[in-house]
């Protein structure tokens, strides 16, 4: 048993025997970590599309068209045509229950209508559409196809706004928050001159300066509502270049999906909120009278 290679068998045996059991007692803390029970990650609130409940505000009328463009189309023209295609992704998205509002009438009928159907139908947002202009004292004029036309290259951008009249200021300022980061990681800025003391009556102050949220506390749509209420200023119609941007297909639908993520955040967010802090937002058959509005009812934008 003395022969050399019986010696070197016998060491490599050993070797072998201690290798093993090296790796099996490597092996035992990771068998160990494995054998406790994993930690439970808390269940985010999900949103329930279904049943989401969303009014998408056409702002103006056929009859009352709002703005004119700088090239003579209307605002109203402008609206509706954002409004059907973020209404078209939002159902596409599951937001079956979303509404497009589309009134009809002079300015006084068509906003008494618009308050009074957000008034007496329970919703979770409503979210009204429309297109900027610019106070008359920056109007220059153009020729276009023949035509003189008024224009202002100075302004572009969008403008969010919200009322702290509002019966749920919060939640209105929240998806106002929502709604300004989902454009502006899209790539699109906010106009700022609002803040501006040269805007007169139409200065608003910025309460958020990463989205692009203002203040606009005296008006009707937002502050009449029963439910968070927001104002989207999609762009400056009466600016050249950003009306052509405006009537774009394609910036159109980048917007649209803009708005769906932000109502889907917003959606997940409200259903996360305790019972107790939500409002009940009920039918209330509430009967709007137009002379309630008279004193704050020619505000723009509306």
């Not at 300004?180 to 790539?187: F, P, R, S, V, Y």
């Not at 109502?263 to 305790?274: G, Y």
Request: hydrophobic share 40%.
């Amino acid at each position: 048993m003395n022969h050399p290679w019986f010696h070197r068998w016998k060491l490599g045996a050993t070797l072998l025997i201690a290798a093993s059991l090296l790796t099996i007692a490597a092996a035992q803390p990771v068998h160990a970590e494995a054998s406790k029970p994993a930690p439970k990650t808390p269940v985010a609130a999900s949103c329930d599309r279904a049943h989401f409940r969303l009014i998408l505000d056409v702002g103006h009328s056929e009859e009352v068209p709002g703005a004119i463009s700088a090239r003579g189309a209307t605002e109203y023209s402008y609206n509706l045509n954002l409004a059907q295609k973020i209404h078209a992704k939002l159902r596409e998205a599951g937001f079956s229950k979303a509404h497009l509002l589309v009134s009809s009438g002079k300015a006084n009928p068509s906003l008494v209508s618009r308050v009074s159907y957000a008034a007496n139908n329970p919703a979770d947002l409503f979210l009204s559409i429309h297109h900027d202009a610019v106070p008359d004292k920056f109007l220059e004029k153009w020729t276009y196809e023949g035509r003189s036309h008024n224009y202002c290259d100075r302004f572009k951008g969008h403008s969010i706004f919200v009322s702290r009249h509002n019966a749920d200021y919060p939640s209105s300022l929240l998806f106002g928050k929502l709604l300004g980061q989902q454009l502006k990681t899209k790539g699109m800025n906010y106009a700022p001159h609002y803040v501006e003391k040269f805007m007169g009556i139409r200065q608003r102050e910025l309460v958020d300066a990463n989205a692009g949220v203002y203040r606009f506390d005296n008006l009707v749509v937002l502050m009449s509502t029963t439910m968070p209420a927001v104002l989207f200023e999609a762009g400056s119609i009466i600016n050249r270049d950003e009306e052509l941007l405006m009537g774009s297909p394609e910036h159109q639908a980048t917007i649209a999906s803009a708005v769906t993520t932000a109502v889907e955040s917003f959606c997940a967010a409200q259903a996360s909120r305790k019972p107790e802090q939500r409002i009940a937002r009920r039918p209330q058959q509430v009967q709007v009278q137009p002379s309630s509005l008279f004193p704050i009812f020619f505000q723009p934008a509306q």
